[in-house]
């Protein structure tokens, strides 16, 4: 039995299931291999244009937008209006007492009273000049007065009516919306003190009244992206909060100014809300079109920076995988055009890349290590047969 066992021969050693073959330069995985069902891909097609996603924010449609703020210092006495509610042009918002807008009542009264008067002199200097008791130069003087006090009545009446101010001196002063709309912001409180001098950049204004039918849109383009956001262009708004749901903006504006910290282009879409499911400062992504005039189109996560070179690795038979380096003309985060290196229906790895190029690095490294040996055992047979010859030839 042991001179049997010792006789036999040894069982054969059956291949790994996940091992994969280099062969010149291409990785051949054997049928059923479970890399391959890893190994997802694409066909490359060709295109003139793609598609680009800029990071963009909603914000209120300042030409239909009101901040309103106090024009003379005061208490707060009524609030007569709240965030959501539709309001009309005129309609007041809070009532407050000011004792400075109770002056600007004051004036308008007595510039009232002191027309009354000049036109009372005036009426007598006439009676004066008509029986030759004045000259006429008194009678002149009187009529420049009564016209300079009726323009005052007219200047401070104005003022007084500017911010809803009766002909009375009652010192209420209204926070009057002058355009219809919709309430959205409120900062205000029963009692609060408002001045004039607190207004300005940054500080919230104590209502704010827009139509949100229209919003704006804000974009920060790359400056490759800019020819593409012309003035009146168009362009697809993507909310991920709305996935099933499509807009379509316009471009309004462009800045001529590079922001000097994110180095992106403010542009400013509008975009139309009429059942207004968009809300302000929403995030959402303004998406384009971009003309590149040929190329071929594979997704970004098909390419592999190896050094300074990109490379992409193409299945060119049944899980037989080959990297192949391209020259880019574009690339996002989403998809890539091929300048150079690739041909129309060549099929691209696009999901575990890493993967395929790690296994590639594995293989080389197990075909240096399996030709060094052989590389050794042919130089001593070489020198071997050498020395037998050299002793052969010996007398």
């Keep these: 039995m042991l001179l049997l066992a010792a006789c036999s021969e040894p069982a054969p050693t059956l291949p790994e299931a996940t091992s994969a073959v280099l062969q010149g330069n291409q990785l051949r995985y054997a049928a059923g291999n479970p890399q391959l069902a890893l190994l997802t891909t694409v066909d490359v097609k060709p295109s003139t244009a793609v598609a680009i996603d800029l990071p963009a924010r909603l914000t209120w449609n300042e030409s239909r937008t009101q901040r309103i703020f106090p024009a ?11 965030v959501g509610q539709t309001v009309k042009a005129g309609a007041v918002l809070a009532q407050m007492a000011s004792p400075d807008f109770g002056q600007a009542q004051a004036d308008a009264a007595r510039a009232l009273v002191d027309a009354q008067l000049t036109q009372k002199s005036l009426a007598r200097q006439k009676e004066l ?20 006090a009726q323009t005052e009545v007219a200047r401070a009446q104005a003022r007084t009516r500017l911010y809803g101010g009766a002909g009375s001196v009652n010192q209420q002063l209204g926070l009057v919306s002058t355009i219809g709309g919709i309430v959205v912001e409120r900062n205000l409180n029963p009692g609060q003190e408002l001045r004039p001098d607190q207004s300005g950049v940054g500080v919230p204004a104590p209502f704010v009244v827009s139509d949100p039918t229209s919003l704006w849109v804000q974009i920060d383009a790359r400056e490759r992206d800019v020819g593409s956001l012309k003035i009146g262009s168009q362009f697809e708004l993507i909310v991920p909060t709305l996935p099933n749901e499509k807009f ?39 998406r384009l079109e971009r003309h590149l005039g040929g190329g071929l189109v594979i997704p970004a996560s098909s390419v592999v920076l190896r050094g300074t070179q990109h490379t992409v690795y193409v299945q060119s038979g049944p899980g037989i995988f080959e990297p192949r380096e391209v020259r880019l003309s574009y690339q996002d985060s989403k998809q890539a055009v091929v300048a150079r290196g690739l041909e129309a229906g060549d099929k691209v790895v696009s999901e575990n890349v890493l993967l395929l190029a790690r296994q590639f690095a594995l293989s080389q490294e197990t075909s240096e290590s399996k030709e060094v040996p052989a590389a050794e055992a042919k130089a001593s047979t070489t020198k071997a047969v050498e020395k037998a010859t050299d002793t052969a030839k010996k007398p």
């Excluded at 003379?72 to 209006?81: M, Y």
């Excluded at 309004?252 to 809300?279: C, F, Q």
């Design 72 to 82: 003379f210092a005061g208490r707060v006495t009524a609030i007569r209006a709240d």
């Design 129 to 148: 000049l008509a029986a030759g008791v004045i000259a006429r130069k008194d009678f002149e003087q009187a009529e420049a007065d009564a016209a300079r």
């Design 248 to 286: 379509v903006g316009k471009v309004l504006a462009s800045s001529d100014a590079i922001d000097p910290t994110t180095r992106t282009i403010k542009v400013r879409g509008e975009v139309a809300n009429p059942d207004r499911r968009l809300k302000a400062e929403m995030l959402a992504s303004a």
